[in-house]
Protein backbone atom coordinates (compact mmCIF):
# COMPACT_ATOMS: atom_id res chain seq x y z
CA UNK A 1 0.00 0.00 0.00
CA UNK A 2 1.49 3.42 -1.10
CA UNK A 3 0.22 6.40 0.87
CA UNK A 4 0.76 9.76 -0.33
CA UNK A 5 0.64 12.85 1.98
CA UNK A 6 -0.06 16.38 2.27
CA UNK A 7 1.02 18.73 5.58
CA UNK A 8 -2.46 17.04 7.04
CA UNK A 9 -3.59 13.82 5.27
CA UNK A 10 -1.99 10.65 4.01
CA UNK A 11 -3.86 9.90 0.63
CA UNK A 12 -3.81 6.03 -0.77
CA UNK A 13 -5.88 5.22 -4.28
CA UNK A 14 -9.15 2.72 -3.34
CA UNK A 15 -9.23 -0.71 -4.71
CA UNK A 16 -11.91 0.40 -7.15
CA UNK A 17 -8.73 2.75 -8.45
CA UNK A 18 -11.82 5.82 -9.26
CA UNK A 19 -11.47 7.04 -5.59
CA UNK A 20 -9.43 8.53 -3.18
CA UNK A 21 -9.12 7.80 0.73
CA UNK A 22 -7.90 10.61 2.89
CA UNK A 23 -6.86 9.62 6.09
CA UNK A 24 -6.09 12.10 8.91
CA UNK A 25 -2.56 12.26 10.19
CA UNK A 26 -4.16 13.15 13.96
CA UNK A 27 -6.94 11.76 15.40
CA UNK A 28 -10.24 14.14 14.54
CA UNK A 29 -13.72 13.66 15.99
CA UNK A 30 -16.44 15.30 13.49
CA UNK A 31 -19.55 16.01 14.84
CA UNK A 32 -21.41 15.16 11.77
CA UNK A 33 -24.41 17.05 12.86
CA UNK A 34 -22.46 20.51 12.31
CA UNK A 35 -21.54 18.93 9.17
CA UNK A 36 -25.68 18.38 8.48
CA UNK A 37 -25.68 21.94 7.08
CA UNK A 38 -23.61 22.02 4.49
CA UNK A 39 -20.29 23.29 4.33
CA UNK A 40 -19.14 26.41 1.60
CA UNK A 41 -19.23 24.71 -1.89
CA UNK A 42 -20.63 21.39 -0.78
CA UNK A 43 -24.14 20.40 -0.48
CA UNK A 44 -25.18 17.28 1.89
CA UNK A 45 -26.95 14.49 -0.34
CA UNK A 46 -26.85 12.06 2.11
CA UNK A 47 -26.65 12.40 6.32
CA UNK A 48 -26.27 9.36 8.92
CA UNK A 49 -24.83 9.63 12.45
CA UNK A 50 -21.91 7.87 10.95
CA UNK A 51 -21.14 9.15 7.77
CA UNK A 52 -22.07 12.46 5.45
CA UNK A 53 -22.42 12.49 1.73
CA UNK A 54 -21.79 15.73 0.10
CA UNK A 55 -21.38 17.18 -3.44
CA UNK A 56 -19.32 19.98 -4.44
CA UNK A 57 -19.64 23.35 -6.84
CA UNK A 58 -17.47 20.76 -9.73
CA UNK A 59 -19.38 17.83 -8.89
CA UNK A 60 -16.77 15.82 -7.10
CA UNK A 61 -18.18 13.63 -4.08
CA UNK A 62 -16.90 13.31 -0.66
CA UNK A 63 -17.98 10.70 2.09
CA UNK A 64 -16.74 12.00 5.24
CA UNK A 65 -16.81 9.69 8.26
CA UNK A 66 -16.99 11.05 12.16
CA UNK A 67 -13.04 10.23 12.49
CA UNK A 68 -12.26 12.25 9.43
CA UNK A 69 -11.28 9.51 7.01
CA UNK A 70 -12.84 10.34 3.46
CA UNK A 71 -13.64 8.96 0.45
CA UNK A 72 -13.08 11.01 -2.99
CA UNK A 73 -15.23 10.48 -5.99
CA UNK A 74 -15.68 12.01 -9.44
CA UNK A 75 -12.70 13.97 -10.12
CA UNK A 76 -10.20 14.23 -12.97
CA UNK A 77 -6.95 13.46 -11.52
CA UNK A 78 -5.80 12.35 -8.59
CA UNK A 79 -4.08 16.12 -7.51
CA UNK A 80 -7.85 17.37 -7.83
CA UNK A 81 -9.34 14.93 -5.39
CA UNK A 82 -6.39 15.91 -2.90
CA UNK A 83 -7.22 19.57 -3.12
CA UNK A 84 -10.72 18.32 -2.52
CA UNK A 85 -10.22 16.78 1.00
CA UNK A 86 -7.64 19.19 2.04
CA UNK A 87 -10.64 21.68 1.50
CA UNK A 88 -12.97 19.42 3.02
CA UNK A 89 -10.42 18.99 6.23
CA UNK A 90 -9.81 22.70 6.31
CA UNK A 91 -13.64 23.14 6.52
CA UNK A 92 -14.71 21.43 8.96
CA UNK A 93 -11.66 21.86 11.06
CA UNK A 94 -13.30 25.76 11.34
CA UNK A 95 -16.78 24.38 12.49
Known amino acids: MTLNSNAQLFFRLCSDHLSIEAIPKSRLHV ?17 TPHFVVMKGVGGEEVT ?9 RNTDSEAKA ?3 A ?9 L
Open 64 to 72: LRRDGRMIV
Open 82 to 84: QAT
Open 31 to 47: DLSNVKRGLDGFAVTIW
Open 86 to 94: SRVLFLITR
